[in-house]
């Protein structure tokens, strides 16, 4: 962290905590600074150390006070209006990023080079990796961490985490390829090269069964590397009976043999899964 970034968030904690007024210009200095830095991507609220993750959650923070110090503005782009608070993002084709109409990205999100944004939405904190597809109605929430070369294919919910302040983001690493209807939140973490199957819906308590082995394994909020992932249902008893409750099945694992570009849709097609 840089020593402006420190005071920064010295700041911010205080005037989230109550102990410094709104008002204060060095309070709107460093929570517009903020936003700017995210915005620019030279901050961001999540970011990984060795093999873990660590959010910084005094940008959360920063996030909140900035919707509190700021009114809603008439916003047009073409024949479109908007009337929000968060103005949009600016400079896109600077930026070298691709932004189909409607797609729509927040002021305060990040986009790296090559990122192409069909009709779909990246909301205020979250960060998308260089050349990642985001396709149609696909949406990424607020401080949500998409990798470089990741598909979100149509219809994807990426969730978004501002409260409580550090809390994690859902975390899409590298190379990733997520399906249609595929909806991610709660803190998810989907790591490098993994396959989501169409319509896997995970949460932070959905059973992840690892079936590749004679016994299945259960883990959650965590898909491991390179791992192929389908919809699965689980048996539960409930006084009316025992039913079945969502979950995920591992089913594979990608084969580094084939073309990364052909791989992410040739892994679910080798398992017979829908892409």
């Known amino acids: 962290m840089t020593d402006v970034a420190a005071r920064w968030s010295a700041i911010v904690a205080e005037a989230y905590a109550g102990a410094r007024p709104l008002d204060q210009p060095e309070v709107r200095g460093a929570v517009e600074g ?46 479109l209006e908007f009337h929000d608070k968060i103005p949009l993002k600016k400079n896109l084709a600077g930026a070298g990023v691709r932004v189909v109409p409607p797609g729509v990205a927040r002021y305060g999100s990040f986009l790296e080079p090559g ?101 299945p394994r259960i883990t959650k909020g965590r898909v491991p590397p390179r791992a192929v992932v389908i919809p699965g249902t689980m048996p539960k008893q409930f006084p009316a009976g025992t039913y079945g409750t969502p979950c995920a099945l591992v089913i594979g694992e990608r084969k580094p043999s084939t073309d990364l570009k052909t791989s992410l849709n040739q892994a679910l097609r080798e398992f017979g899964v829908p892409v």
């Open 34 to 79: 903020t936003l700017a830095e995210l915005d620019g991507g030279r901050l961001r609220v999540a970011e990984k150390r060795g093999d873990e993750w660590v959010t910084n959650g005094w940008i959360q923070q920063a996030i909140l006070l900035y919707f509190r110090l700021r009114s809603s503005e008439t916003l047009e782009a073409g024949p």
């Open 115 to 215: 990122v192409i944004l069909m009709p779909g939405y990246v909301n205020v904190g979250a960060r998308v990796g260089e050349g990642t597809m985001i396709d149609t109605w696909a949406t990424v929430g607020s401080c949500a961490q998409i990798g470089r070369r990741v598909h979100l294919s149509g219809g994807v919910g990426v969730g978004g985490v501002l409260e409580p302040p550090q809390s994690q983001p859902v975390i899409v690493e590298d190379d990733c390829f997520i399906g249609s209807r595929v909806v991610l939140v709660e803190g998810v973490r989907v790591e490098e090269g993994a396959v989501i199957g169409a319509g896997v819906v995970l949460t932070s308590s959905t059973p992840i069964v690892d079936v590749r082995g004679k016994e």
